[in-house]
């Protein structure tokens, strides 16, 4: 029997340096897209698929991300004379409804080191990675990091999400190589960070979601450092493949990469059409930006 995925990490320790100036005082990962920061995008996607405790990789932006799950109770008291309920439910189920716990990452040494400081917090439990670059709308369905863990609980290896990536942005990922075993899972051969341009071995890419089984640790612990002289997670999930074993799997869901400035607006857009009191008004606004006639009128 596998033990059910009640744990998740969430690295945010980045220095943002692709959306300076925002990132220069406020972690990227509080970057909103519409009116919620991304990282509370990703801790609901952990929480609804069964997350009970969200352990935060901070580097120096600690301060920020904390307050957003905590209770603001100056915020809350005017909340509360003006009488909009509404919205103080909305912030108090912010902080209630998960336990956060925030580890600092002391130094900037990569991914794979990021995952490794949550060790400690996390034990001899299988436990969700979620990187807040990538977004995965699963438009009320199964969550993304959902169907990972429903793929550990049935096989009690480890579970990577993956998307075939155009042609030639191979290089930008972690890329899997293995066999499709049975419909949109494909058991892990090998796996290779950011490929050079042309040596890729399929255009299976890795986005931001993984669940891995406790026997991963050891292998973090003795990674080298790697692509770019940084621990990569993607060398120790080599190890976890070639052993105890890993599937890569095709969630359902529309991803949106907000750690690339096109991605992030388009992920704007994408969240603000989805929204019934905006979707009108955004509809209209893309048709007047882009000089179409207004088919309505
Ligand atoms: C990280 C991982 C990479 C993965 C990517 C998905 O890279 O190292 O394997 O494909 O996330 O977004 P990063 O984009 O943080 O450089």
Not at 49 to 56: F, I, K
Request: with cysteine.
């Amino acid at each position: 029997m596998t033990k059910r995925v009640t744990k998740a990490i969430i690295p945010a320790a980045g220095l943002g340096t692709r959306f300076l100036p925002a990132t220069k005082a406020v972690p990227k990962e509080m970057l909103p897209i519409v009116d919620v920061p991304t990282i509370q995008l990703v801790v609901e996607e952990a929480v609804r698929a069964g997350a009970r405790q969200v352990v935060v990789i901070n580097g120096r932006h600690k301060q920020e991300i904390e307050n957003h799950f905590d209770y603001a109770v100056e915020l809350e008291q005017n909340l509360r004379e003006k009488g909009k309920e509404a919205t103080l439910r909305e912030m108090e189920a912010i902080t209630e409804s998960v336990s956060l716990i925030s580890v600092r990452q002391k130094r900037p040494l990569g991914l794979g080191h990021a995952v490794l400081c949550g060790r400690d917090v996390v034990g001899e439990e299988p436990f969700a990675v979620l990187l807040g670059d990538d977004l995965i709308d699963d438009g009320g369905g199964e969550p993304g990091i959902g169907q990972l863990a429903r793929v550990y609980e049935e096989t009690g290896a480890g579970a990577v999400a993956v998307m075939e990536v155009p042609p030639g942005s191979e290089h930008m990922y972690g890329i899997v190589d293995g066999e499709e075993v049975q419909d949109g899972r494909i058991r892990i051969r090998d796996m290779v960070e950011k490929p050079s341009p042309g040596t890729a071995p399929t255009r299976l890419a890795v986005i931001g979601r993984y669940v891995l089984p406790p026997e991963i640790w050891p292998m973090l612990e003795s990674t080298e450092p790697g692509h770019g002289g940084e621990i990569q997670l993607t060398d120790a999930l080599r190890e976890l493949a070639a052993g105890p074993g890993l599937y890569g799997v095709r969630v359902d869901g529309e991803r949106h990469d907000a750690g690339d400035k096109l991605g992030f607006l388009r992920a704007n857009i994408a969240y603000a059409l989805k929204r019934p009191e905006l979707r009108d008004g955004v509809l209209a606004m893309l048709r007047e930006m882009s000089g179409s006639p207004d088919s309505s009128g």
